[in-house]
């Protein structure tokens, strides 16, 4: 793996791994880093040149506070531009780009603004709005994301800890831990307004600008985004689009179904897993 080591790449921990012709870039989400990619890192290294990073909200960026902008990242237009600004550094073109949770619709921003950038984009998890309104149904309501919001802003740690249990297949308690981890190194002063932004966003008009080939995918039993939302997806994606479903529980598939999500990414860039 060769870590990189000029501007924002720095910054952002990116290293690339691997020495295939097309290049995957690996996207976090709320809370996470790039360790939670680690599962399914040595198998695509195999075949692709893969990017992995650090989001500037990742407790495991060592300049937090001078890289999150409460700002510029109170909406996921700043870190589209935060993703675009990462892969031209990188002179990184027309990628598979992985996206998991928040960091897919990141990715739909990014490639209306640079279509250049992505030959593909595969949505993990992924939502345009987390909030029930008429119509649509996105898991939440008003209710529920001011309790959420409460939680963190009362007792981060305490709230990390039950959140993690929530989202991540309990069955797998190391993997549990192990993003219970990652959401306790995020401060405070981050993780607060970032949760607002999460939680609150609506980026539903942005998919039917989507022209880039998108697969949408989703476990069966996710107590953060509904099946629905992978249906409402496919059907407002303005480009050509499918839905893989992955028999399985909570958030994090790459943690606890790892095997699976190999298989769905194998059948569509085209590689076999062992």
């Known amino acids: 793996m060769v870590v990189l080591e000029n501007g924002l790449s720095t910054l952002l921990n990116a290293k690339l791994a691997g020495s295939?012709?097309?290049?995957?870039?690996?996207?976090?989400?709320?809370?996470?880093d790039q360790t939670v990619w680690n599962k399914i890192?040595?198998?695509?290294?195999?075949?692709?040149?893969?990017?992995?990073?650090?989001?500037?909200?990742?407790?495991?960026?060592k300049e937090q506070e001078g890289l999150f902008d409460p700002v510029k990242h109170s909406s996921y237009e700043g870190f589209a531009c935060d993703l675009i600004a990462l892969l031209d550094e990188l002179d990184l073109?027309?990628?598979?780009?992985?996206?998991?949770?928040?960091?897919?619709?990141?990715?739909?921003?990014?490639?209306?603004?640079r279509p250049d950038l992505f030959k593909r984009l595969m949505l993990l998890g992924a939502s345009p709005r987390y909030l029930n309104t008429d119509g649509y149904e996105g898991g939440f309501g008003t209710a529920q994301i001011d309790q959420i919001i409460s939680s963190i802003e009362s007792?981060?740690?305490?709230?990390?800890?039950?959140?993690?249990s929530l989202v991540v297949d309990p069955r797998?308690?190391?993997?549990?831990?192990?993003?219970?981890?990652?959401?306790?190194?995020m401060r405070l002063e981050v993780a607060l307004p970032l949760?607002?932004?999460?939680?609150?966003?609506?980026?539903?008009?942005?998919?039917?600008k989507v022209t880039t080939p998108c697969t949408i995918i989703q476990t069966t039993n996710d107590i953060i985004v509904p099946n629905s939302v992978a249906h409402y997806m496919h059907d407002k994606?303005?480009?050509?689009?499918m839905v893989e479903m992955i028999e399985a529980n909570g958030h994090f598939p790459q943690l606890t179904a790892h095997h699976q999500l190999l298989d769905v990414l194998g059948g569509i860039l085209g590689f076999e897993c062992d």
């Not at 295939?20 to 996470?32: K, Q, R």
């Not at 075949?47 to 960026?61: Q, T």
């Not at 007792?155 to 993690?164: I, L, M, P």
């Not at 949760?195 to 039917?208: G, I, K, Q, S």
């Open 172 to 185: 797998d308690a190391p993997s549990v831990e192990m993003f219970a981890k990652c959401l306790r190194r």
């Open 155 to 164: 007792d981060y740690h305490r709230w990390a800890t039950n959140f993690a």
């Open 41 to 61: 890192l040595p198998l695509l290294s195999q075949y692709f040149r893969v990017l992995v990073f650090d989001w500037c909200f990742s407790g495991a960026v």
């Open 93 to 113: 073109g027309s990628t598979v780009f992985v996206g998991h949770s928040m960091s897919g619709m990141i990715g739909c921003i990014a490639s209306v603004k």
């Open 237 to 241: 994606i303005q480009g050509k689009s």
């Open 20 to 32: 295939g012709v097309e290049t995957v870039v690996l996207a976090h989400g709320f809370g996470g």
């Open 195 to 208: 949760a607002r932004t999460v939680f609150l966003c609506d980026h539903r008009e942005v998919l039917e």
